[in-house]
């Protein structure tokens, strides 16, 4: 076996970049299939010789990204090599890729798309009024329509947001919830609730909540309405029927942005009732302004057992159909 030797002048960043108790490191080394030894400022890639360019390559990377001010945490590690981040260049040289106009800045932290499908996802909903993202979860769909809509609304390029839910139950009937109704329906959004804490300060959540900036609401409740000025977000759309679909798509106003997101393998309405996501897939298609974003389970960006799971559903289910 043939050793790399990279050299990082900074001992402090290299300190973040192999991570407590060399953790990155193991990341990487885990990932890859590569073993890492650190020797003063120096780290010794030993591998294959492709499997050694890769993980210098990130690692190189990570460091240029630890030099701008940033952090490296697990999710970046795995960013960077799903995108590829770096590549060998004609001269041998590594090429740093990494574009930081594709990184979302929202008030708490700073968001970046860590696969290509997720890039030109985040591209899209910056470009097109109306944008869907159709895949299994944990791809970032949800997640990343917040993060674009919190940054819009802090730019002022919206004046609020507006995330939307079928209230469907999946599998279950819980019967009737008691308290009013935004504590009957809250389960249903919490995680939108969830996202939205991600990217903004609690307090000025609340605040935007109480000042009605920031709207979560069922899509039974978007009856009537005309959304202008905002970032609009329906996620689980799969369990919207097409009625609901249609009504839900005629709410864009003046000024707006629109994304819908789903996963069709997940669809909790009744047996035999069409999902409005695949009828607005077929129907939409073509349409000057839309645009359509797809994810599969190399877009899985929760524990990697998440995307071994749904593959194996997949599998599973391709015989049968």
């Known amino acids: 076996m043939i050793e790399s030797v990279l050299e990082f002048p900074d001992n402090r960043l290299l300190i973040d970049l192999c991570g407590e108790f060399d ?25 294959d010789k492709g499997a050694r ?10 460091y240029a990204r630890l030099e701008s001010g940033r952090t490296v945490a697990a999710g970046d590690i795995d ?5 590829g981040q770096a590549t060998l260049g004609a001269e041998g040289e590594q090429i740093e890729l990494f574009n930081p106009g594709m990184e979302i800045r929202t008030r708490k932290k ?4 860590r696969t290509e499908a997720q890039k030109a996802y985040v591209a899209n909903l910056f470009s097109h009024e109306l944008g869907f993202g159709i895949g299994p979860a944990g791809t970032g769909k949800t997640y990343l329509a917040v993060a674009v809509g919190v940054t819009m609304l802090v730019s002022g ?15 279950e009937r819980l019967g009737f919830l008691p308290g009013d109704m935004k504590e009957k329906v809250d389960p249903y959004m ?5 996202a939205l804490n991600d990217f903004l300060p609690a307090k000025q959540v609340q605040k935007l909540l109480e ?16 959304l202008a000025n905002a970032f609009v977000v329906l996620d689980e759309a799969q369990n919207a029927t097409t009625m609901q679909m249609k009504m839900f798509l005629t709410r864009l106003g003046q000024g707006s942005r629109m994304v819908i997101t789903g996963d069709r393998t997940q669809v909790d309405l009744p047996r035999g009732m069409p999902s409005g996501l695949a009828d607005a897939e077929r129907i939409l298609k073509g349409v000057r302004g839309v645009t359509f ?13 998440v995307a071994r799971i749904i593959e194996a559903y997949e599998s599973d289910e391709a015989p049968q159909a």
């Open 23 to 47: 953790r990155n490191l193991a990341q990487v080394e885990h990932q890859i299939g590569v073993h890492i030894l650190r020797r003063g400022n120096r780290l010794a890639v030993i591998g």
């Open 53 to 62: 360019e890769q993980a210098a390559a990130v690692l190189r990377s990570l």
């Open 79 to 83: 960013g960077a090599m799903r995108l």
């Open 110 to 113: 700073p968001v970046e798309p």
């Open 157 to 171: 390029a919206v004046e609020k947001i507006i995330l939307s839910r079928p209230a469907v139950e999946a599998g």
């Open 190 to 194: 919490q995680p939108l609730y969830d």
């Open 211 to 226: 000042e009605k900036r920031i709207e979560i609401a069922p899509l039974a409740f978007m009856r009537g309405r005309t």
């Open 293 to 305: 974003n797809y994810f599969t389970s190399k877009d899985v960006v929760r524990h990697p057992l």
